[in-house]
């Protein structure tokens, strides 16, 4: 409604209220265009602040992907939620092995008190939303550069573990995500530093504390998916030590009616 009230919204979006739905007006015929006016849109929108969720503007802009799995316009990532988009994002789970057999430790990141979201929450090595057209591996690179001062040479020992897929809940209702989920083997002796403010600190613990820590409710919610996920992947969560191991793994892995990329012919 906030956007449908806006003087240039009818400009971008031919608008159903009966349907709720908005679509691109026909008059904006490429990806360019269509970036560009909603870009105007959400600066107007952001200067009356008829979003709350603007007053957190990113400078990151996430892909809108269409029928046909091309990327048709690309929004600042703080309007994501209002829209609805599927995102995406990748999520580094940083362990390390012993050596003697057993169960690796995790590295734990503790969000910084600063951030604009979940500040003080506890965090994979390094996580981050893809945006600005990057893709996953790519990503991940950037990301243990930026949070975790993991050089290049050890970010690309990330192994891909498939994906985790849920709907967020919040007061601006339902977001569909999509998260890669990578594996990284970190040496011995090696400590992450946090440098771009985004991790106030990194504990290494055991799977017992860190089981513990998602217990408590210390992880931030798609973080402690992640974790579970992880349980899942090498053995630590099962169908004999949990009852509902089957609906919690049909839960972290929910099919998204949403378009993504390299999906044609799906």
């Known amino acids: 409604k906030a956007c449908a009230e806006q003087e240039h919204a009818q400009a971008v979006f031919d608008i159903d209220h009966a349907a709720r739905t908005l679509r691109f007006s026909a008059a904006l015929t490429g990806k360019e265009s269509r970036s560009q006016a909603v870009a105007e849109l959400l600066d107007s929108m952001r200067a009356k602040q008829s979003w709350a969720s603007l007053s957190k503007w990113r400078g990151e802009l996430y892909p809108i ?7 048709v316009a690309m929004v600042e990532r703080a309007a994501s939620y209002n ?75 990330a192994r891909a573990a498939g994906t985790i897929q849920y709907f967020t809940r919040s007061e601006l209702g339902l977001q569909p995500e999509t998260q890669y989920v990578y594996d990284l083997e970190l040496p011995q002796g090696f400590v992450p530093q946090p440098t771009d403010g985004e991790v106030q600190e990194f504990y290494l613990w055991t799977l017992d504390q860190v089981v513990d820590a998602v217990r408590q409710g210390l992880f931030k919610p798609n973080c402690a998916v992640c974790i579970v996920d992880f349980l899942i992947r090498h053995g630590h969560l ?10 919690i793994v049909d839960n972290i892995h929910c099919p998204l009616p949403f378009p993504g990329p390299g999906m044609a012919g799906l």
């Open 65 to 71: 992907y269409g029928d046909n799995f091309e990327v």
């Open 83 to 157: 829209f609805g988009i599927r995102t995406f994002g990748v999520h580094v789970n940083g362990i390390v092995r012993d050596g003697a057999g057993g169960w690796p430790r995790m590295w734990v990141a503790k969000r910084a008190a600063t951030k604009q979201t979940w500040p003080g929450y506890l965090d994979q090595i390094v996580a981050g939303g893809i945006g600005n057209g990057m893709g996953a591996a790519e990503s991940v690179v950037k990301e243990c550069s930026e949070e975790g001062g993991i050089p290049e040479h050890l970010a690309l020992g």
């Open 238 to 247: 099962t169908p004999e030590n949990e009852p509902d191991y089957l609906a």
